[in-house]
């Protein structure tokens, strides 16, 4: 049973960082795309980033030029680098696998991504 596990959320003010991370049980971020998304209260979830196993990356537009997606496949993990946060960036971040070409064809399509994790929360407080 694949098993994601998302940490290093938590709060910050308005134009600070944080880094979450994601590790998984077996090995799956050796073969499958990777990505990140979040749902903030109210709203429903999307995507923020994808990476695919030869690190092409794929960023929303609300996130372009501020947070940045890495992938260890030797450790099995991915990151999610945020800077310049603003508090519409709060909400529930989620890391999961799909894909398992290693290549990100679902796009930001929750349908594409069989493995996901619990979610850990970030909030930017203005």
């Known amino acids: 049973q694949v098993q994601l596990m998302e940490s290093g959320g938590g709060s910050v003010e308005a134009g600070g960082s944080l880094r979450v991370s994601c590790t998984a049980s077996?090995?799956?971020?050796?073969?499958?795309?990777l990505g990140w998304f979040r749902q903030a209260p109210g709203k429903e979830r999307e995507g923020v980033s994808s990476?695919?196993?030869?690190?092409?990356?794929r960023y929303a537009d609300s996130v372009k030029g501020r947070f940045t997606i890495s992938r260890d496949n030797g450790k099995n993990t991915l990151h999610l680098e945020m800077n310049s946060l603003k508090p519409e960036d709060t909400g529930m971040y989620y890391c999961a696998a799909g894909g398992s070409d290693g290549y990100c064809y679902a796009g930001f399509l929750e349908s594409g991504y069989k493995y996901w994790g619990q979610g850990t929360q970030v909030t930017v407080s203005s």
């Open positions: 077996g090995d799956i971020f050796k073969t499958h795309c």
């Open positions: 990476i695919n196993i030869y690190r092409t990356t």
